[in-house]
């Protein structure tokens, strides 16, 4: 079986501000030359897909996390010491990921282990 060798390009960021609302513009306004855009209106990601569960949410977003990384099951598997087929069940939200379970996937996928939670 083939593994996934690319690497992702995470070369954009989310900047979040706390200040004076009436400024809100001004600021908005100077960062868009730099290539920045407002994403105020923008929705959590949880409630853009209410048809899916819970569950099934938190396993796109392992897979999703392992894809960007560039990962197969069978490589975080190994990285994390995490049964493939556990690591296969968590993506298609079959299997809960609990607290210390999260915390070995987001080190191996150098992600904060509360967006598995």
Same mark, same amino acid.
């Not at 853009?48 to 197969?72: D, F, M, V, W």
């Given at each position: 079986?083939?593994?996934?060798?690319?690497?992702h390009?995470?070369?954009? !960021?989310?900047?979040?501000? !706390?200040g004076?609302?009436?400024?809100?513009?001004?600021?908005?306004?100077?960062?868009?030359?730099?290539?920045?855009?407002?994403?105020?209106?923008?929705?959590?990601w949880?409630?853009?897909?209410?048809?899916?569960?819970?569950?099934?949410?938190?396993?796109?977003?392992?897979?999703?996390?392992?894809?960007?990384?560039?990962?197969?099951? !069978?490589?975080?598997?190994?990285?994390?010491?995490?049964?493939?087929?556990?690591?296969?069940?968590?993506?298609?939200?079959?299997?809960?990921?609990?607290?210390?379970?999260?915390?070995?996937?987001?080190?191996a996928?150098?992600?904060?282990?509360?967006?598995?939670?």
């Amino acid at each position: 079986m083939q593994e996934h060798t690319r690497k992702h390009s995470t070369e954009t !960021i989310e900047l979040r501000f !706390i200040g004076p609302i009436v400024n809100m513009a001004k600021a908005v306004e100077k960062l868009k030359p730099l290539g920045f855009v407002d994403a105020s209106d923008s929705v959590p990601w949880r409630e853009a897909y209410p048809e899916h569960s819970e569950a099934q949410l938190i396993g796109k977003a392992l897979a999703g996390t392992r894809y960007r990384e560039g990962l197969t099951q !069978i490589k975080l598997s190994e990285l994390t010491g995490i049964p493939q087929r556990h690591i296969s069940e968590m993506e298609n939200g079959k299997r809960p990921i609990g607290k210390e379970m999260a915390k070995r996937l987001g080190k191996a996928l150098n992600i904060g282990y509360k967006v598995f939670l």
